[in-house]
């Protein structure tokens, strides 16, 4: 009897009754496929890669140096990994013997199409932009240049929350109209150093960075500067935006009544914005103050890096090639380029033998 008991309950199950086939007597039909864990987000990895605009790669970039820089070409190293963030390796290891080649082998798998690379041959530092991985190159020299941080201290409210980090900034090129080769390449370059945007459908929240670039037709220099972008909704004084965005209750200790933080003196000058600054009408909502309803004035604060510089050669591939510009380079002195070049790899190779098996020169 118990083995015909135990039978009847398995039977019973299985054929609609109880047990675990009760889940297949409620005729649920055929579960749905799911996609796999790793297959999704391999997907996602594709959809994220891709520029939604132009359906290209998003560019990346590696930015690095060669040969032996100082610590202010360092920090300066470092703040322009900063500024092409997010799409850039903010804590790129460099090592002494490191040269171009393994750069290019790395970058290939990992996406990079951009170059960034700082030297200072002869005390004169260069920044060189370059297409990875078959060029063009265009080497700038550096006349002058500010570090982010020295920026922020000779501001009196510097400001650079980490946020506006995660979005790519805005590219505006400025005084390269009417002008021939090599700048049309070099404003090309550029342009599709950020990934591109569409202006009917970008989240105004994105944008909260901008890249100048601005040519001087008579000096033939350029320069280079990093701002924020600071939206100020019109008749809100200073009180009542810090209440908003920090939504803690202020001090009214001293005061009487609430309308006096409100209509406190000094409300209007803080509220109006100055003649320098534009005032926009907002298409969409970008936060709590600044409403589609509202008028805003748009403020551009300088973060850093800053630096002024010189094009001075292009080669026609990566750090290589043919010199395309300027065209008046003979022979004669492209060989002594060439010389100063090669002595330039014979003192990091001396520089390698005499330091070398240690990692010191490892660098985050």
């Not at 605009?53 to 360092?74: H, M, N, Y």
Request: glycine share 8%; with cysteine; proline share 6%.
């Amino acid at each position: 009897m118990a083995r015909i008991h135990s039978g009847g309950r398995r039977g019973g199950g299985r054929g609609g009754g109880g047990g675990r086939g009760g889940r297949g007597g409620k005729g649920r039909g055929p579960s749905k496929w799911k996609m796999p864990a790793s297959v999704a987000r391999k997907q996602q990895a594709v959809t994220a890669n891709v520029d939604q605009v132009t359906g290209e790669r998003i560019p990346k970039s590696f930015v690095f140096s060669r040969g032996k820089l100082p610590s202010t070409l360092r920090h300066l190293q470092q703040d322009l990994r900063k500024l092409m963030l997010p799409y850039t390796a903010l804590k790129l290891k460099e090592k002494k013997r490191n040269n171009l080649k393994d750069f290019v082998n790395v970058a290939s798998p990992l996406g990079v199409t951009h170059f960034l690379i700082l030297s200072n041959p002869k005390s004169l530092p260069h920044l060189r932009f370059a297409k990875s991985p078959q060029g063009p190159t265009y080497t700038c020299e550096i006349k002058e240049y500010a570090l982010a941080a020295d920026i922020a201290n000779s501001q009196k409210r510097p400001r650079c929350p980490p946020e506006i980090f995660k979005n790519s900034p805005l590219v505006v090129l400025s005084g390269f109209n009417g002008l021939g080769e090599p700048y049309k390449s070099f404003v090309t370059f550029f342009r599709h150093l950020v990934p591109a945007i569409d202006t009917d459908t970008v989240k105004l929240a994105t944008c909260q960075r901008i890249l100048l670039l601005q040519y001087d037709k008579e000096t033939e220099l350029i320069d280079f500067r990093h701002y924020s972008i600071k939206l100020q909704p019109i008749g809100v004084s200073r009180k009542i935006r810090k209440l908003m965005q920090n939504n803690q209750v202020p001090d009214l200790r001293d005061l009487k009544d609430v309308s006096d933080f409100v209509t406190k003196a000094g409300y209007g000058s803080e509220s109006e914005p100055d003649d320098e600054a534009a005032t926009v009408s907002l298409v969409s909502d970008v936060d709590k103050l600044n409403k589609a309803s509202r008028k805003s004035a748009i403020r551009l604060q300088e973060i850093g890096p800053r630096m002024t510089m010189h094009l001075v050669k292009v080669e026609s591939g990566l750090c290589s090639g043919d010199v395309l510009f300027p065209m008046s380079v003979g022979k004669e002195d492209a060989k002594k380029e060439q010389e100063e070049e090669e002595i330039e790899d014979a003192e990091d190779l001396m520089e390698l033998e005499d330091g070398s098996d240690d990692d010191s020169g490892d660098e985050e």
